[in-house]
């Protein structure tokens, strides 16, 4: 038989009596459990709300052998002996490429950032320029697609293969801006991705003709010019639009007269076989050198690289020069993270940048300074890497 109420509440009063103590803990715990939850509040806001800062951070390091395709020309003008491709020697340790990330941030990801020696946070105009985002990304694409071409052309020439660039149309990569442009600067009237089609009536198909007829100009010159704007084929008569464009100086070199654009690299190779090199949304020319090696190392017998691990960095010229690129310091991180050991870097960076690398790397991680493919190949046999077959 259960008790009544009042008999069952004085029992359990018995077993469990009241303690004041814990009431008074409880109430004293409200305040830190309400402090604590709008700092966690704060915190979700501050990692969802973007701010005006960019980082540059430690991206990866990604073997380029398995990136590459080999096919048969479809150019039937251009077959290639026999109409086929080269046997594929698959590189067991391929060379990489290696990357740094440059997104926009959130408030927490900034102040992580800040504390983070190997992340540097910049302002707009420190990671931009004078340049908006879409330019920015627009001109990486268009560099990493030269790089591409660069790369392939120089290993097929290594190999004794026939390559030949032909020349683009004049695209406008950048613009040359004065402190104060004028109304009828190039940097007023022309964009980013625009291409010239003539100039003052002659038809100027590529950066040749463009060099000819600029000839004995003088700044101050207004120029008749055609441009199809980005996005429209050059070839679209329908598309041009009429501009008349003041000439400058050139801000290096004294008495030579501009038209106040960098000309973007157009040129495209043509090759006996068609090479493949698949890099969706990565931008910028700092894969010329690894591309390069990974090209004369798939379509070598042997191991090109040698012992351990191997990221390269540098741009590539068809002159098999290396040159300097940015985030040195950021790409070491990576390579380090991907457990390389060698790191092949340009020669044109300078002595702190070299030194900064070689502190971020490690000391598993032997940073060398190449200034030539030459170089790089030496670097690679002195790793333990087969020589590079004669042509």
């Not at 973007?264 to 910028?284: C, K, Q, W």
């Not at 002159?319 to 870097?345: C, M, N, S």
């Not at 690398?357 to 991680?365: D, F, I, M």
């Amino acid at each position: 038989q259960l008790p009544a109420s009042s008999q069952l509440s004085g029992a359990l009063q018995s077993v469990v009596p009241p303690s004041p103590h814990g009431v008074k803990w409880l109430v004293a715990a409200v305040p830190f459990v309400t402090v604590g939850w709008l700092v966690l509040a704060a915190m979700l806001v501050a990692a969802t709300f973007r701010i005006q800062r960019w980082e540059l951070a430690p991206g990866e390091a990604m073997v380029v052998g398995r990136r590459i395709t080999f096919e048969k020309n479809s150019d039937t003008r251009n077959p290639g002996p026999s109409g086929t491709v080269p046997k594929r020697h698959p590189a067991e340790n391929s060379i990489r490429f290696v990357t740094a990330f440059g997104g926009q941030l959130s408030a927490l990801d900034a102040v992580i950032g800040w504390l983070d020696p190997n992340v540097r946070v910049d302002t707009y105009e420190e990671h931009f320029g004078t340049r908006t985002p879409a330019t920015n990304q627009k001109i990486g694409f268009q560099s990493m697609f030269s790089a591409k071409q660069i790369a392939e052309y120089v290993a097929m020439k290594r190999l004794g293969l026939d390559a030949t660039f032909t020349e683009g149309p004049v695209t406008v990569s950048e613009l040359v801006c004065d402190d104060v442009p004028a109304a009828d600067s190039a940097c007023r009237l022309l964009n980013v991705g625009d291409t010239i089609v003539t100039f003052d009536g002659e038809e100027v198909a590529t950066l040749t003709d463009l060099a000819r007829v600029m000839e004995g100009r003088k700044a101050g010159e207004s120029v008749d010019l055609e441009v199809v704007p980005d996005g429209k084929e050059p070839d679209d008569k329908s598309a041009r639009q009429k501009r008349t464009v003041r000439l400058m100086i050139h801000p290096e070199e004294a008495g030579r007269a501009i038209i106040g654009i960098v000309p973007a690299d157009t040129r495209t190779v043509t090759l006996p076989f068609e090479v493949g090199i698949s890099t969706p949304d990565i931008g910028g020319p700092s894969a010329g050198l690894a591309f390069t090696l990974a090209l004369l190392d798939e379509l070598t017998e042997g191991n090109l690289t040698g012992r351990g691990r191997v990221v390269a960095t540098g741009t590539m010229s068809e002159k098999e020069e290396v040159g300097p690129i940015g985030a040195l310091r950021q790409k070491a991180v990576a390579a380090r993270d991907a457990g390389a050991t060698l790191f092949l870097v340009p020669a044109g960076q300078s002595d702190e940048e070299v030194a900064e690398a070689r502190a971020a790397g490690g000391p598993r991680l032997k940073v060398v300074k190449v200034a030539t493919l030459n170089d790089a190949l030496a670097a690679l046999r002195a790793n333990g890497g087969d020589p590079l077959p004669a042509p």
